[in-house]
């Protein structure tokens, strides 16, 4: 059994991916199709993963959505709608996903593109700690499962697993705190609804002594909003 | 170790009329270090597991290939793992991990002539799916494909079901059922083997560099195993370095600190030192700590720099480090800075004793040379030589424990132990040093006074292992 497939198969690949949208029913264009590339079983996978997405995106209103970055289909680029009733609702939060190999025999390395106020997220570098991208991932998930359950991460933080230390010691120590940041921060990075003036003014006080606006709100967010402590760290 | 008073009342009956005999003594009383254990070969670990495998299989009726994923879940206790069988067999199995926590439902899809593998999605006849006892089906080339990743990656007993959330482990036989290639079959076996003996109690891998021995002790305990093939000595629980009277915790912590902290310790382990009377340059080319300047003949000790006359006799403390009594009321930068110099102090003769031992490996070559320049030139036959060589064996050994002694007094807590402690370590290494100092000078074949020098320094290490050797 080989990974990697051939130049013809590709542009089969990309024939998929154009006539796909257009069809009626995804999966059985998805079974068509696999039917044609019979070879790569990761292929395969990827491909049924990649539709099946697609098409769950559709029927259920754009919530996650995965699409293609460039025709070398180890790297794609995915799109997950902020969950109601979180401070990430409204948000629109973008993934990049990068397909090793051996999938679906090994998880997907998925990271946050778009910042993100998280306790299991990296604020810094938008990695994620989540165990089915770890070792509880199982050959049966799809893109879609890894998706919804980042989702479903969004909703239900765990900030005894932590990823960042500094936003789950927030989340754990003030809850209130750590939502009006996790809901500024999707306003700013992610095109939330919610402006917060009081976050915005501050942020200015910082800018204007020549801090980047970036720094300024890291360091505003992990002292929570305390315009003199953030200032003494960052000049420190 | 530890006896009940029940226990050796006959034996110290018994012992005393044997007194006068040493060698019939009992030898772990009389060894602090004794300890019984047998290495083996790859072979015969297969077969002792084997025997394990096959005792459990036929009491339980079940197959080698389950009998073996129990025994590794439970370290290779066949009658804990009878008895727990005997008592609720499903329990056990779901806690194994052989049987899924509820019983799986019978899907309708299972009749079907073809079915969809959940894993690449290809329609495939029936008889082309496989599964565990949690019913979970896949077709076998990805099952073969999802073993041959996880073989890639060194996982073998540990290897699972494909599906979401899913615990149950598969066996070996549904393994090597499903895979071809005979590359991947045999690494799935030299992995498995290599996870049986880590979850085995009584099992230790050589740690030596390619050596396939394995070592085996009825009670997992830190004493002192010697691979009979590569030479290695280990200490059998934790398998690093041997490590007496320091305990495996101890060891690891001191060596982890010595590692983070290698950069303040560098410049301390520069190689040379100053003539303290007439300044020249020093470098210490031999493993005794009794110098002697080349320039001026000033004896005196390279730990302290101190004259070596007042080293020669129970004054010998160099081992020892003072603590500044006042400690508790200093600013917290001098508490910072003593408890830097503590560390060093420690350092510095830890990694100075291990220098000399390097340095006494030559030395013991050096000697080898000699005796054959002896022998040849007819002054003395090689038997009054050997000698100087059961020395130097012996000098090395000491001085290992010696090293060892001095991660075991940074830990300890201030007091009369302490001292105690540090009073013997002190009495040991001025014995090293004196057997050091006659080995690198034997001349004449003064074979009496070395022994004399040899029997003293043994009995100061033994001694010392005795008191705080607690395993």
Not at chain 1, 199 to 220: C, N, P, Q, S, W
Not at chain 2, 157 to 175: K, R, S
Request: glycine letters at 4%.
């Amino acid at each position: 059994m080989e990974y990697g497939f051939s130049s013809s198969q590709k542009s089969k690949i990309i024939q998929i991916e154009l006539i796909s949208p257009n069809s009626g029913d995804m999966l059985l264009s998805c079974k068509l199709y696999v039917a044609i590339i019979s070879h790569a079983c990761s292929l395969q996978k990827w491909l049924y993963s990649f539709l099946f997405t697609c098409w769950t995106s559709r029927v259920a209103k754009c919530a996650i959505k995965v699409e293609l970055v460039n025709d070398n289909y180890t790297e794609l680029k995915g799109e997950i709608a902020g969950p109601p009733e979180t401070p990430y609702e409204g948000g629109t939060f973008v993934l990049e996903i990068k397909v090793p190999e051996t999938y679906p025999f090994n998880p997907p390395k998925v990271r946050f593109i778009t910042k993100i106020w998280h306790p299991n997220i990296s604020s810094v570098t938008g990695a994620i700690c989540l165990d089915i991208l770890k070792d509880q991932w199982a050959a049966a998930m799809t893109l879609r499962t890894v998706l919804l359950s980042l989702q479903a991460l969004l909703a239900a933080a765990e900030p005894d697993d932590p990823q960042d230390a500094v936003v789950a010691k927030q989340f754990k120590e003030n809850q209130d705190m750590f939502r009006q940041t996790a809901r500024h921060w999707t306003f700013i990075y992610a095109g939330g609804p919610h402006k917060n003036s009081d976050f915005e003014l501050k942020i200015r006080r910082l800018t204007d002594m020549g801090i980047e606006d970036h720094r300024a709100r890291v360091a505003l967010s992990s002292y929570n909003w305390d315009l003199e402590r953030a200032t003494e760290q960052l000049f420190s | 170790m530890e006896y009940s008073d029940d226990d050796c009342c006959y034996a110290d009956y018994y012992n005393t009329e044997e007194d006068n005999d040493a060698e019939q003594m009992d030898p772990s009383r009389t060894d602090p270090e004794y300890f019984v254990y047998e290495c083996l070969t790859v072979e015969e670990v297969e077969r002792l597991l084997n025997e394990s495998v096959e005792i459990l299989s036929n009491t339980l009726q079940i197959t080698p290939s389950l009998a073996k994923v129990l025994l590794h879940a439970h370290e290779w206790a066949i009658q804990d793992i009878i008895v727990k069988y005997r008592g609720d067999s499903c329990r056990l199995l779901v806690l194994s991990k052989i049987k899924p926590p509820h019983p799986p439902e019978p899907s309708a899809s299972r009749h079907l002539r073809h079915q969809v593998c959940p894993v690449c999605v290809a329609s495939q006849n029936s008889d082309r799916f496989s599964c565990l006892a949690c019913g979970h089906l896949f077709c076998k080339d990805c099952w073969a494909m999802h073993f041959e990743v996880q073989i890639t990656q060194g996982i073998s007993t540990g290897i699972g079901c494909m599906a979401q959330e899913c615990e149950v482990l598969a066996p070996e036989d549904f393994v090597l059922t499903l895979l071809s290639r005979p590359s991947t079959r045999e690494k799935y076996q030299q992995f498995a083997f290599r996870d049986y003996v880590k979850s085995h109690p009584q099992l230790r891998f050589c740690p030596g560099p390619n050596c396939q021995v394995v070592v085996r002790a009825k009670e997992p305990l830190a004493k002192r195993a010697i691979c009979n093939v590569c030479r290695t000595a280990f200490c059998f629980r934790c398998g690093t370095d041997y490590h007496a009277p320091t305990d495996c915790a101890t060891i690891k912590k001191w060596l982890t600190k010595c590692a983070d902290d290698s950069e303040t310790a560098n410049y301390i382990s520069a190689h040379t030192k100053d003539c303290p009377r007439c300044h020249i340059c020093i470098e210490k080319n031999g493993g005794c700590n009794h110098m002697q300047c080349y320039n001026c003949k000033h004896d005196f000790c390279w730990m302290c720099l101190g004259d070596w006359k007042s080293h020669g006799s129970e004054y010998y403390e160099c081992s020892r480090y003072k603590e500044n009594p006042n400690i508790a009321h200093e600013s917290v930068h001098a508490q910072a800075r003593e408890a830097l110099k503590k560390y060093l102090h420690y350092y510095e003769r830890w990694e100075n004793h291990s220098k000399s031992l390097k340095l006494e490996e030559q030395t013991l070559q050096k000697i080898k040379t000699r005796i054959n320049n002896k022998v040849m030139n007819a002054s003395g036959t090689w038997i009054d030589w050997q000698y100087l060589h059961d020395a130097a064996t012996l000098l090395a050994k000491c001085r290992y424990t010696l090293q060892y002694t001095y991660p075991y007094a940074y830990y300890m807590e201030a007091g009369p132990r302490k001292e105690l402690f540090e009073y013997q370590q002190a009495q040991l290494e001025a014995e090293i040093e004196n057997l050091s100092w006659k080995i690198e000078r034997a001349e004449t074949t003064d074979r009496g006074d070395l022994e004399n020098q040899m029997d003293i320094a043994e009995k100061r290490r033994t001694t010392l292992l005795k008191d705080f050797l607690e395993v």
